[in-house]
């Protein structure tokens, strides 16, 4: 297993690439996930989906891999090439124009560089760019403070909140919504990348 | 309304008619298989779907096999508790209500409901049928919080969420379109606190239970 391949670059930042998600890399996403420290913040953790074992992982690959209304990237350290996140939009539909933003920065050693900003930042603009969406949202737990100063840096804004919605370490927890629509996001990189015009 | 056909609607006799949670006006009792082609029938009203954002969430327009799949999963999965909402002067079937995502440890559960004969509507059922649904989550299920999610385009329905208790939690806007123009999708949360059983803790005599608990 080559956690160095670089594999495609097809989105490109600065600190951090998206890249294809990668079945070899299957053992790498199942050790995040049962990783308490990264997965509390996680749907998964209070869904009885923990501890995950390979089998799980294989079965949520090939569900991932061929559920067309899910984008799902692997995030990728510029420098090393390796591999340290997924990112995802969900519920892509092209009527609507809208889909769920989820990411995950599963290596620990990778938290706290900016890579969670940049990869949301990222994938912002595969979703607003290439895909022509008109709307991304978001949920998240209220003890995920990291999680929500990354998304307000990369340009979510706070939509409304579920009280007590989630519980966990013995107690009721709020969960917050986030979205932002396309007009508010400046693409930092396809639109100059990819050539094509502003939006007016 | 274009309606294609009318669906016969098998009449309820006493025998059958499970009143499992009992209103003034209506009453929540069980599904129907072989009132399948009549939920289709509701499930393929264009002025529904759209109000409820139904024709971005699943294939439309419903096929018989959509809708036999659709009713066995509600049937077998025990995530899902379903009622079919029947009028309780006549005993037909309105519409349905289902609380979806139960069981976990979370103890929550988004709600769901459509009155889909257009003659209901307008009447307050779907006000009571939310309510009678809450009161099964929150009073049998033991849920602590339900929520919902609605367009902002269904102005009727919010409100009768609003007076069964449900609160606006927030909104994500411009999140879905018809005929060119954006709408918002609204959420509403209800908690079992500020819940008040209208019907199911004097039916099953909770008081008493806990009265002689103490004693």
Redesign the interface.
């Known amino acids: 297993m080559s956690e160095v391949d670089q594999g495609d670059i097809i989105v490109p930042g600065e600190k951090v690439f998206l890249g294809q998600m990668r079945k070899d890399l299957a053992p790498v996403y199942r050790r995040w996930v049962n990783d308490l420290h990264v997965s509390r913040t996680l749907g998964i953790i209070n869904d009885q989906g923990l501890p995950m074992t390979d089998q799980d992982e294989e079965e949520w690959f090939e569900a991932a891999r061929k559920d067309k209304s899910e984008v799902l990237f692997g995030i990728y350290e510029r420098e090393s090439g390796k591999a340290v996140g997924n990112t995802g939009l969900s519920g892509v539909r092209q009527q609507n124009r809208s889909a769920e933003f989820g990411i995950i920065i599963g290596e620990r050693s990778s938290h706290g560089k900016g890579y969670g900003t940049e990869a949301t930042r990222l994938i912002l603009d595969y979703g607003f760019t290439v895909l022509g969406l008109h709307h991304i949202w978001l949920r998240c737990v209220a003890f995920n403070e990291a999680g929500i100063r990354v998304y307000q840096k990369a340009g979510f804004r706070e939509a409304g909140r579920f009280r007590e919605a989630w519980q966990f370490g013995g107690r009721q927890h709020d969960v917050i919504l986030m979205d932002i629509l396309a007009r508010e996001f400046k693409s930092p990189v396809l639109q100059d990348l990819l050539g094509v015009p502003g939006r007016e | 309304m274009i309606r294609g056909r009318v669906i016969k609607k098998t009449p309820d006799t006493l025998i059958d008619r499970d009143v499992v949670v009992p209103g003034e006006r209506v009453y929540l009792g069980q599904m129907r298989k072989e009132l399948a082609p009549l939920y289709r029938h509701w499930a393929n009203d264009l002025e529904v779907a759209t109000k409820v954002g139904l024709?971005?969430r699943h294939n439309f327009p419903m096929t018989d096999e959509d809708e036999r799949e659709w009713f066995e999963e509600l049937r077998t999965s025990r995530s899902i508790a379903a009622f079919a909402v029947y009028e309780h002067k006549t005993g037909d079937p309105v519409g349905y209500t289902a609380l979806i995502g139960i069981g976990?440890?979370?103890?929550?559960a988004e709600f769901g409901i459509a009155i889909g004969e257009p003659t209901a509507r307008g009447k307050g059922y779907g006000t009571e049928a939310t309510r009678l649904t809450l009161d099964y989550g929150f009073t049998i299920l033991g849920l602590?919080?339900i929520?919902l999610e609605c367009t902002s385009i269904n102005q009727r329905a919010l409100k009768a969420y609003e007076r069964a208790g449900f609160k606006?939690?927030?909104?994500?806007?411009?999140?879905?379109?018809l005929a060119g123009e954006?709408y918002d999708t609204v959420?509403m949360?209800i908690?079992a606190r500020e819940f008040e059983s209208p019907v199911l803790r004097d039916l099953l005599g909770i008081e008493d239970m806990r009265q002689g608990q103490a004693t």
Not at chain 2, 104 to 108: D, E, Y
Request: proline share 0%; net charge neutral; glycine share 12%.
């Open positions: 024709i971005s976990s440890t979370q103890r929550g602590h919080y929520w606006e939690a927030g909104r994500i806007r411009e999140a879905g379109e954006r959420f949360d908690l």
